[in-house]
T-cell receptor
Framework: ELKVEQNPLFLSMQEGKNYTIYCNYSTTSDRLYWYRQDPGKSLESLFV?????AVKQEGRLMASLDTKARLSTLHITAAVHDLSATYFCAAKGGSEKLVFGKGMKLTVNP | ETGVTQSPTHLIKTRGQQVTLRCSSQ?????VSWYQQALGQGPQFIFQYYREEENGRGNFPPRFSGLQFPNYSSELNVNALELDDSALYLC?????????????FGPGTRLTVT
């Protein structure tokens, strides 16, 4: 059964700092998603990673995928307050379902 | 191109009652998936519909059921509501099993069971 683990689950960081968050999944999956969720809101798609070595960047966020290690990372560069949110990774399971991690709540402090 | 819409946005029900939640998929999308997100947790897959047929189900009891209509909109029905059913219910639409990989989520329906 596919399981997805994220760490850390909570992160408080200062503006301007860099940090990497991790997403491990337990069995083979050919697709890895990153979503952002603001309090009381739905999920906003950030990245879809499709192959080993895939790297995608959008603004201050960069995601990568290592399918051999079953690991995806989300790197935050020079954090700003607007990045404060909960970030979920999800791996594709059978029948196109997504299996989500518990999410990482990020707080960026001035 | 319209996005994914869900109705209602909020709902309060009593234990034992039944509820129907609705989702209109994004234009051109024929696949709808439903997820339950309890407070402070990640979304959990309930089931998926592809061209009006159920195409996969998560670990939810039979009192969770669904439909997909010819226009690809979908309903989630929950019978005999329990307190633990209180959650945000999200639907996601995508354009099929083998093409676009994006899954777009609707705004959700927040269900409270008292």
């Amino acid at each position: 059964e596919l399981k997805v683990e994220q760490n850390p689950l909570f992160l408080s960081m200062q503006e301007g700092k860099n940090y990497t968050i991790y997403c491990n999944y337990s069995t083979t999956s050919d697709r890895l998603y990153w979503y952002r969720q603001d309090p009381g809101k739905s999920l906003e798609s950030l990245f879809v990673l499709l192959s080993n070595g895939a790297v995608k960047q959008e603004g201050r966020l960069m995601a990568s995928l290592d399918t051999k290690a079953r690991l995806s990372t989300l790197h935050i560069t020079a954090a700003v307050h607007d990045l404060s949110a909960t970030y979920f990774c999800a791996a594709k399971g059978g029948s196109e379902k997504l299996v989500f991690g518990k999410g990482m709540k990020l707080t960026v402090n001035p | 191109e319209t996005g994914v819409t869900q109705s209602p946005t909020h709902l309060i029900k009593t234990r034992g009652q039944q509820v129907t939640l609705r989702c209109s998929s994004q234009s051109g999308h024929n696949t709808v998936s439903w997820y339950q997100q309890a407070l402070g947790q990640g979304p959990q897959f309930i089931f998926q519909y592809y061209r009006e047929e159920e195409n996969g189900r998560g670990n939810f009891p039979p009192r969770f059921s669904g439909l997909q209509f010819p226009n690809y909109s979908s309903e989630l029905n929950v019978n005999a509501l329990e307190l633990d059913d209180s959650a945000l219910y999200l639907c996601a639409s995508s354009s099929g099993l083998t093409s676009s990989y994006e899954q777009y989520f609707g705004p959700g329906t927040r269900l409270t069971v008292t």
